[in-house]
């Protein structure tokens, strides 16, 4: 339940976890469901993947829903576009609102405004509304943002990336799960006797109840932060209230938000372009079932309940010993390996080849994502939301432009499209080359001597605000991620467990 | 380079080949030995209500024993051209176990001499598009040996539209319209009950 902090306390809170300086947890431990943080963690990554299953939900009923409606290759093509972008900017607004407002109040509204898209989708009756429910239905996604900004709030720099990685690939899950759930839901109201072009309209209830429950929950036993919800603890003094402009100036001033943002489209956005034509590909190419083609494309997107964990254990496993370097080689190399089995997957011919190459192509495609939300939480600390929401936001541009430049109409077969996306992914890694921080050094550079973590943390705040003692918080995360250097450095002075003596 | 050019034909040829032994029947290979209308109202047809009424038999100008080896009659809906356009999932494909065209089963019945009728109720579950009717001839095999089509070879005359069924119920509608003003609803009533609570935690 929330803890109400009208009245401030005597002493802080005690945890179930042990936890930092900022209260933070320091371990991760997936069964339990402790408030505030792993509660928290199971809140996020479920609400997130109800977005997906909605979001996703189409593509494995297309065969059904495209004689329906009507549709052409294009209409199909444009709507599974629509999908992914309408959250571009949605992401960067949910960073913002995170920022501003949290992330548990920024999530449950948007969840809730988004679901009438996902009710009204069993009423579409042409290329035009398909286009729009799916365009619309597609925002909830931004939900990403609020996961991951939700566990960098809860989890402390030797921890994040594992969070962050947990969260959101078992969130991304449900873009698999649904390939599997919407056929079977489909396949038992059909039975029922409906027709079939009924019981696809009656199969999106499925998505949409799931959608609003997971909102409800996230309202009545999520908190914000581990003292609290944002407005408890602005009214009581304990949070400063910051601007907009300024947060989201600070945001998009920092180049390796951007990076990260382009980067970042060619790992997450290139999966959920796959999400969007995989079953179709297999069910076309192949001339399976629909249930078969529904089976092999969710195996694509289960594949996310280990990769992309792993991806950020492995973040957080190498920073350990090579710290901030470690994170961004490893994200280049698998990034790269994972664009390396796309151009493979779009050449191979055979259905038990396309089936294996698939799998090694989500393994690394998705451990890239994980891999990438093990940086992005120390790009900026007072624009965390912003930075998340641009870089999420890339992930929705990279899906975006990928499912336009090749899977769009009958120009290139799927087959070529996923060859040539595939050395789009090469190509637009490359940039992670460029991504330098002074007090830990980048891919090919190693850190300079003078520059040290709170001189970084501290460059986003102006003299006036540090009189008025804005930027303590940003002074504690600096130093809780002093282990960022690599080589076992701690953090300095803070105990590490139970209780924190204020 | 001669060489090379010289292997990828053969290997063209020896599957072509491959492909006739081995059961592979091509499209072309067939001859059009049957005739086939297919009749029905003027107006636009509505899936699970309308009929067609569709005629087929052997074309009397050919020989007398052309039909020996013709043991079933399969009669389908076929997709007109202009319902292929951009739907790469209808196409039409000479190797007849990957067409398309035709995904709609009419009528398989065992041949006989002389005409056949039949009145075909049209399927609930028939999408919206332009068809015509295609009546293939199979030998014990099961295998594809002869058809015939109501439509000429470039398949634009004697087309007819279909208009299928929405699938949508107003009880369907009700639904979607008032749980999603429940939704935006619940989200306003969470919004109060917040601002109450936090007042009264400030008092």
């Not at chain 1, 921890?159 to 799960?177: K, P």
């Not at chain 2, 013709?70 to 494909?93: H, M, N």
Request: net charge positive.
């Amino acid at each position: 339940m929330e803890v109400q902090s009208g009245v401030p306390e005597s002493h802080p809170p005690k945890f179930a976890l042990p936890v930092d300086s900022e209260q933070k947890a320091t371990e991760f431990r997936l069964f339990s469901v402790a408030a505030p943080h792993m509660r928290a963690f199971h809140l996020a990554w479920v609400s997130f993947f109800s977005c997906f299953v909605s979001t996703f939900a189409a593509p494995p009923l297309l065969p059904i829903i495209r004689d329906n409606l009507n549709l052409t290759s294009t209409d199909i093509g444009n709507a599974g576009i629509a999908a992914v972008s309408g959250a571009v900017f949605a992401r960067l607004a949910m960073g913002t609102a995170c920022d501003l407002f949290g992330p548990r109040l920024a999530s449950a509204s948007l969840i809730l405004l988004t679901t009438p898209a996902v009710y009204f989708t069993s009423i579409a009756s042409s290329p035009v509304s398909f286009l729009l429910v799916r365009f619309f239905t597609g925002f909830s996604i931004a939900t990403f943002v609020s996961t991951q900004f939700w566990m960098s709030s809860m989890f402390s720099s030797p921890v994040v990336g594992t969070a962050n990685g947990v969260a959101g690939g078992w969130g991304n899950l449900g873009g698999g799960a649904t390939q599997l759930i919407m056929p079977l839901v489909f396949d038992l109201i059909h039975h029922t006797g409906a027709d079939k072009f009924t019981a696809w309209r009656i199969a999106f209830f499925i998505p949409a109840l799931f959608q609003t429950l997971s909102a409800f929950a996230v309202l009545i036993f999520g908190q914000d932060l581990p003292d609290g919800n944002f407005r408890g603890l602005q009214k009581s003094g304990d949070k400063p209230k910051d601007k907009f402009s300024l947060v989201f100036y600070h945001g998009i001033r920092n180049y390796r938000g951007w990076i990260l943002a382009l980067t970042y489209g060619y790992c997450f956005g290139v999966e959920l372009a796959v999400d969007n034509i995989i079953a179709e590909y297999f069910y076309d190419r192949f001339n399976l079932k629909l249930h078969t083609a529904g089976l092999i494309a969710a195996s694509f997107g289960l594949a996310n309940v280990i990769s992309r964990p792993g991806g950020g254990i492995l973040s957080d496993v190498v920073a350990k010993r090579f710290g901030m370097r470690g994170r961004l080689w490893t994200l280049w190399v698998v990034q790269t390996l994972g664009g390396v089995f796309c151009i493979i997957l779009g050449r191979v011919g055979s259905l038990s080849a396309s089936i294996v190459v698939m799998i090694a192509f989500s393994l690394f495609v998705q451990a890239a994502c994980g891999l990438t939300f093990g940086v992005v939480p120390f790009v900026s600390r007072r624009s965390l939301g912003v930075i998340s929401g641009m870089t999420g936001g890339g992930g929705n541009v990279g899906a975006l432009l990928t499912q336009l430049i090749f899977f769009k109409g009958s120009k290139y077969s799927k087959e070529t499209g996923i060859s040539l996306m595939g050395v789009m992914i090469i190509c637009c890694t490359l940039p992670v080359w460029l991504i330098y921080y002074p007090q830990w050094g980048g891919m090919f550079c190693g850190p300079s001597n003078k520059h040290t973590e709170e001189d970084y943390y501290m460059s986003e705040w102006n003299s006036v605000e540090k009189e008025k003692g804005l930027h303590h918080a940003s002074l504690k995360f600096a130093d809780n991620s002093r282990n960022e250097k690599g080589g076992g450095v701690k953090a300095a002075a803070m105990p590490t467990d139970g209780v924190q003596m204020a | 380079m001669a060489a090379r050019g010289v292997v990828l034909a053969s290997i063209l040829l020896f599957s072509c080949f491959l492909e006739t032994c081995c059961g592979m029947i091509s499209f072309s290979s067939l001859q059009r030995t049957l005739l086939v209308t297919a009749s029905h109202r003027q107006a636009l047809l509505k899936a699970g209500e309308d009929k067609i009424t569709v005629t087929w038999g052997l074309n009397q100008s050919f020989p007398a024993g052309t039909d020996s080896a013709y043991k079933t009659i399969k009669v389908r809906l076929c997709y007109a051209p202009i319902s292929q356009v951009d739907r790469a999932w209808r196409k039409t494909d000479d190797n007849l176990s990957k067409d398309k065209t035709c995904q709609f089963n009419i009528v398989k019945r065992p041949y006989s001499n002389g005409n056949q009728t039949l009145e075909w109720t049209i399927e609930r579950e028939v999408p919206t598009a332009t068809y015509f009717v295609r009546a293939y001839a199979l030998d014990a095999n099961g295998n594809e040996v002869a058809y015939g089509q109501n439509t000429d070879a470039k398949k634009s005359t004697n087309l007819f539209d279909i208009q299928a069924i929405t699938g949508r119920h107003v009880s369907l509608d009700i639904a979607s319209v008032c749980f999603s003003v429940f939704s935006v609803v619940s989200l306003m009533g969470f919004f109060i009950a917040e601002k109450r609570r936090a007042r009264k935690s400030q008092q």
